[in-house]
């Protein structure tokens, strides 16, 4: 496999990701009623394998917390939110108007609990963005979201609520702009007024550079990393996330960051503050067999998020995903569609995906990336057409794995409900660098995935009506559109909305591992651990920084 491009410092594909998984045990029960493909009974079965293939021990395991009315309202209209809060069953017959003018019937019905549905998948992938937003994981999966086709004001394709758009808006939170700021030398300034205050402060430690390598003062201490026009700070005891968090910012922004000063909790409290949502620009990719329409119209018109979206193209629900339809105004080349046919198998998939998204991580540069794995475009799926294994599925979220830059896994669609628990059960562990082996274990649903009883299930062996020609002309049409975007977008600063209200349960109460939690005080032992969190800075800086304009120094905390 190709290695990714854009690699953080932390290390090649091989190595182990911290993951946080959200989970509801609630979510298997909603149903959409009798005949109706849209069935959340699989997440439940996804949990169930993965539970006995032994990988929840590897995971932070979360409850998510529900989504309040006002985190649904970021994105959709507030009539459109009071309306899926307040009908029922019983009571739809009452507003037939209303059901008509949101798009609520046949493809989206009305059935017990929906709302709490809604804000249950919608609070696991809000929830999810927190946790990167925070430094807390690397990767962060909720197989329940992923539900890209809902609008603004209007259901669509058995989706109510756009967790995807919510998640997204939480990722970008706190690089939105306000007024530029000039660059500074020996200041510190915050996001909202200069301090006219030399960067030189009580109990200072220069960094001195021999060899290439740092030496410096081991102890609890915020970094200040600056040039003539950059500075950006992290803190150590944050862990490593935040480090390589800060030195992706550094060299993408090419602009002055915002820090703040104090002493004791107030100081560290707002550093933690600062670094916990620092995304720039995301990335949404969609490799569900449908256009994933709600998520490119949402940010059709801005530079901010890049949206790509792999799916069958025609005849087809929901008709949209020209490879003509590439944004609009400052979006424009920030949408990427990409028209497949009918029997699309791996290799073919390939040659594609991996040319296409290596080229969009060199040239968009995200600050986070958001992947919907929809499994409808699986082989045998029941509203399918599609021939991918569910190893040439995976490959998609391995290949973007491996560019080792904070990852938000989403479900999707995906009707023939055995092979979605197959494809996500496995998916979890290429998440999580763990090779699964194929004789699947005893469980509550085991009967289901007769009469092999693996994980991996043959393609068929129907025609792919995808020709070499074509893919050959979708591909170079789509890298000729990247080539227009010369530079990733710049991004001035504003000040930062408030988190979404989220507060996630820890579901493995009994062993809480202290490595998820930002704000430990626990003493870092190992100098080499440091030694690698400093490096690449060095390393990489570099490549875009003149030596003489770069100094670093350590300040003591309190």
């Given at each position: 496999?190709?290695?990714?491009?854009?690699?953080?410092?932390s290390?090649s594909?091989?190595?182990?990701?911290?993951?946080?998984?959200?989970?509801?045990?609630?979510?298997g029960?909603y149903?959409y009623?009798?005949?109706?493909?849209?069935?959340?009974?699989?997440?439940?079965?996804?949990h169930?394998l993965?539970?006995?293939?032994?990988?929840?021990?590897h995971?932070?395991?979360?409850?998510?917390?529900?989504?309040?009315?006002?985190d649904?309202?970021?994105?959709?209209a507030d009539?459109y939110?009071?309306?899926l809060r307040g009908?029922t069953p019983?009571t739809?017959?009452?507003?037939l108007r209303?059901?008509k003018r949101f798009n609520?019937g046949?493809d989206?019905?009305?059935?017990?609990?929906?709302?709490?549905?809604c804000?249950t998948?919608?609070g696991?992938?809000v929830?999810?963005?927190?946790?990167?937003?925070?430094g807390?994981?690397d990767?962060?999966v909720n197989?329940?979201?992923?539900?890209h086709?809902?609008?603004?004001c209007?259901a669509?394709?058995?989706c109510?609520?756009?967790?995807?758009?919510?998640?997204?808006?939480?990722?970008l939170?706190?690089?939105?702009a306000s007024?530029?700021?000039?660059?500074?030398?020996?200041t510190?300034?915050t996001?909202?007024c200069?301090i006219?205050?030399p960067?030189v402060?009580?109990?200072?430690k220069?960094?001195?550079?021999?060899?290439?390598h740092w030496?410096y003062?081991?102890?609890?201490?915020l970094?200040?990393i600056?040039?003539?026009?950059?500075?950006?700070?992290f803190?150590?005891?944050?862990?490593?996330?935040?480090v390589?968090?800060a030195i992706?910012?550094f060299?993408?922004?090419q602009?002055?960051f915002?820090?703040?000063?104090?002493?004791g909790?107030?100081?560290?409290d707002?550093v933690l503050?600062l670094?916990?949502a620092?995304?720039?620009?995301?990335?949404y990719?969609?490799?569900?067999?449908?256009?994933g329409?709600?998520?490119?119209?949402?940010?059709y018109?801005t530079?901010?998020?890049?949206?790509?979206s792999f799916?069958k193209?025609g005849?087809y629900?929901?008709?949209?995903?020209d490879i003509?339809?590439?944004?609009?105004?400052?979006?424009?080349?920030?949408?990427?569609?990409v028209?497949?046919?009918?029997?699309i198998d791996?290799?073919?998939?390939?040659?594609?995906?991996k040319?296409?998204?290596?080229?969009?991580?060199e040239?968009?540069r995200p600050?986070?990336?958001v992947?919907?794995c929809g499994?409808?475009?699986?082989?045998?799926?029941?509203?399918g057409?599609f021939?991918?294994?569910?190893?040439?599925?995976a490959?998609?979220v391995?290949?973007?794995?491996?560019?080792?830059?904070?990852?938000?896994?989403?479900?999707?669609?995906?009707?023939?409900?055995?092979n979605?628990?197959?494809?996500w059960?496995?998916?979890?562990?290429?998440a999580l660098?763990i090779?699964?082996?194929?004789?699947?274990?005893?469980?509550?649903?085991?009967e289901y995935?007769?009469?092999?009883y693996?994980?991996?299930?043959?393609?068929?062996n129907m025609?792919n009506k995808n020709?070499?020609?074509?893919?050959?002309?979708?591909r170079?049409?789509l890298?000729?559109?990247?080539?227009?975007?010369?530079h990733?977008p710049?991004?001035?600063f504003?000040?930062?909305?408030p988190?979404a209200?989220l507060?996630?349960?820890?579901?493995v109460?009994?062993?809480?591992d202290?490595r998820?939690?930002?704000?430990?005080?626990?003493?870092?032992d190992?100098?080499?651990y440091?030694l690698?969190?400093l490096q690449?800075?060095?390393?990489?800086?570099?490549e875009?920084?003149?030596?003489s304009d770069?100094?670093?120094?350590?300040?003591?905390?309190?």
């Amino acid at each position: 496999m190709e290695s990714g491009g854009n690699s953080l410092p932390s290390g090649s594909d091989g190595v182990k990701r911290k993951v946080s998984y959200f989970y509801d045990p609630e979510v298997g029960n909603y149903y959409y009623g009798q005949g109706h493909p849209m069935k959340p009974h699989r997440i439940r079965m996804t949990h169930a394998l993965l539970a006995h293939y032994g990988l929840l021990q590897h995971m932070q395991v979360l409850k998510p917390t529900a989504a309040k009315d006002r985190d649904l309202c970021k994105f959709h209209a507030d009539d459109y939110v009071a309306f899926l809060r307040g009908i029922t069953p019983e009571t739809q017959q009452d507003q037939l108007r209303q059901l008509k003018r949101f798009n609520v019937g046949e493809d989206c019905p009305v059935f017990d609990g929906l709302y709490s549905f809604c804000q249950t998948y919608a609070g696991g992938s809000v929830g999810g963005a927190l946790k990167l937003n925070h430094g807390v994981c690397d990767i962060a999966v909720n197989w329940a979201g992923g539900l890209h086709h809902a609008k603004k004001c209007e259901a669509s394709g058995f989706c109510y609520v756009n967790d995807i758009v919510l998640a997204i808006l939480e990722l970008l939170k706190i690089h939105e702009a306000s007024s530029s700021i000039s660059p500074l030398r020996n200041t510190l300034f915050t996001s909202s007024c200069l301090i006219d205050q030399p960067c030189v402060r009580a109990r200072v430690k220069t960094i001195r550079i021999v060899n290439g390598h740092w030496f410096y003062n081991r102890r609890k201490c915020l970094c200040i990393i600056k040039t003539k026009l950059l500075m950006k700070s992290f803190s150590h005891k944050s862990g490593l996330i935040f480090v390589d968090r800060a030195i992706r910012i550094f060299l993408d922004l090419q602009h002055p960051f915002a820090t703040y000063r104090g002493t004791g909790k107030e100081f560290k409290d707002q550093v933690l503050l600062l670094m916990r949502a620092s995304y720039p620009r995301v990335l949404y990719v969609d490799i569900d067999i449908h256009h994933g329409d709600g998520v490119e119209e949402a940010f059709y018109t801005t530079d901010r998020v890049m949206t790509v979206s792999f799916h069958k193209f025609g005849d087809y629900f929901p008709g949209t995903g020209d490879i003509r339809d590439i944004g609009y105004g400052k979006g424009k080349y920030y949408s990427l569609n990409v028209p497949l046919d009918d029997g699309i198998d791996d290799e073919s998939y390939q040659s594609l995906f991996k040319p296409i998204m290596g080229k969009v991580m060199e040239i968009f540069r995200p600050g986070a990336v958001v992947l919907q794995c929809g499994a409808d475009s699986l082989s045998g799926d029941r509203l399918g057409c599609f021939n991918l294994s569910i190893k040439g599925h995976a490959e998609c979220v391995k290949y973007m794995r491996s560019f080792n830059v904070p990852l938000l896994l989403l479900g999707g669609g995906g009707y023939t409900i055995r092979n979605v628990a197959r494809c996500w059960c496995y998916e979890t562990g290429v998440a999580l660098g763990i090779e699964l082996d194929d004789k699947m274990p005893q469980h509550e649903y085991y009967e289901y995935f007769g009469p092999d009883y693996t994980l991996h299930v043959a393609p068929s062996n129907m025609e792919n009506k995808n020709s070499r020609h074509l893919l050959d002309e979708i591909r170079a049409k789509l890298l000729d559109n990247l080539s227009r975007l010369q530079h990733a977008p710049s991004v001035p600063f504003q000040e930062r909305p408030p988190d979404a209200e989220l507060q996630e349960r820890d579901e493995v109460q009994d062993n809480r591992d202290e490595r998820w939690d930002p704000d430990s005080d626990k003493e870092v032992d190992d100098d080499r651990y440091i030694l690698l969190l400093l490096q690449p800075i060095l390393t990489v800086s570099f490549e875009v920084i003149n030596r003489s304009d770069f100094t670093a120094i350590l300040f003591a905390e309190g």
